[in-house]
């Protein structure tokens, strides 16, 4: 019965709110979605919970209210590891934690949050709490919920085939080796350099892979979403081929041209021209077409692919097992669990 608790501090800041109309989801915010997502697992019977340590100091800043007749009467740990202020010390925190006997990880960041956190994860479940940007992945939840369906997975109490999908994920190779993985999408840029890791120029993707995308998703997400919506249970993905600016753009089934209209970040929607599409299945690799060029994995600039190198990307079944909030508790409800006997 014990719980983890992942917190990015630096999720919510990125350059998308320069140039676009992100909110910028401050620290002190975290600090009180932590304290209620506590409540929550508390309040679900779990008995511990473990913290990552970070710069700011979520774990101390979230306890400090919790005290006299307030005291949480779960245990709450920080774990012992040195931090880096990098992506690093979130895998490296999941991948601990898991050693520690939890039972279920709460990530509060985005989808490039999550993504290192799988890493580390294994078969951990996740309760992804969206406070990043362009989030398809990780979901706006309140954090009382968040934390009280968390507790109900860390614990046991809901049983698995209610609470719990396994999603999709892509597996990035570099000239036949597995380099790094993506949760929704893996998108090819015009570019020789990763610069300020967020995806903001749409004029300079060639092509995108994704593993799910719906019309009321924001970001890459939206035009997979607007053009062929696949949602995160079906077993299927897309490519996307991507027209350069000017080039005539035409759908090769159809033999007419694809302007995709998409929300492809806070208060920006623009016209992608999509030159074709194709369906994937899990298991099948495709090709990066366009190189020299960069490739974003769930919105961070990651991979440099050079003039002589071959790139690939696979859809695959095994991507994390994510908490389903509403199954969750609508299944401890039949289960007369908040019901005091």
């Known amino acids: 019965m014990i719980a983890g608790i992942i917190a990015n501090p630096a999720s919510g800041k990125d350059i998308r709110r320069l140039v676009a109309h992100a909110t910028v989801f401050d620290n002190q915010e975290k ?32 306890l400090d209210v919790f005290s006299g007749e307030n005291q949480l009467t779960m245990e709450t740990k920080l774990l012992p590891m040195q931090w880096k202020a990098n992506q690093e010390d979130s895998q490296l925190a999941a991948a601990k934690m898991v050693e520690m006997g939890v039972s279920c990880l709460v990530t509060l960041g985005g989808d490039g949050t999550n993504r290192v956190v799988s890493k580390g994860a294994g078969e951990v479940p996740i309760m992804p709490v969206s406070t990043g940007t362009n989030n398809v992945f990780s979901v706006m939840v309140e954090g009382t919920i968040a934390g009280l369906a968390a507790g109900l997975v860390a ?61 009321f998703h924001i970001g890459i997400a939206a035009i997979v979403g607007a053009l062929h919506p696949i949602n995160k249970r079906e077993a299927k993905g897309i490519n996307l081929i991507v027209s350069e600016s000017g080039e005539q753009t035409r759908d090769s089934t159809q033999g007419s041209s694809i302007q995709v209209k998409a929300a492809v970040g806070p208060g920006l929607i623009r016209s992608v021209p999509v030159r074709s599409y194709e369906l994937i299945s899990p298991g099948q690799k495709v090709v990066v077409r366009h190189v020299p060029c960069v490739i974003a994995v769930d919105g961070e600039r990651e991979i440099f692919v050079g003039p002589e190198d071959c790139a690939e990307v696979e859809l695959v079944q095994t991507g994390p097992f994510v908490v389903d909030v509403k199954s969750t508790l609508n299944r401890a409800a039949k289960k007369g669990l908040f019901i005091n006997r």
Do not use: H
Not at 38 to 62: I, K, N, S, T
């Open 155 to 215: 614990t046991g109490a809901v049983e698995q085939e209610y609470s719990l999908i396994q999603t999709k994920k892509l597996i990035i190779y570099m000239n036949g080796k597995a380099v790094d993985i993506a949760l929704i999408d893996a998108v090819v840029l015009a570019e020789q350099f990763v610069g300020s890791r967020a995806i903001w120029d749409i004029g300079k993707i060639r092509q995108i892979v994704a593993t799910c995308g719906e019309s």
């Open 31 to 62: 600090v009180n979605l932590i304290r209620r997502i506590l409540l929550g697992l508390q309040a679900a019977g779990v008995q511990r919970v473990w913290f990552m340590p970070d710069y700011f100091g979520f774990y101390e800043r979230a």
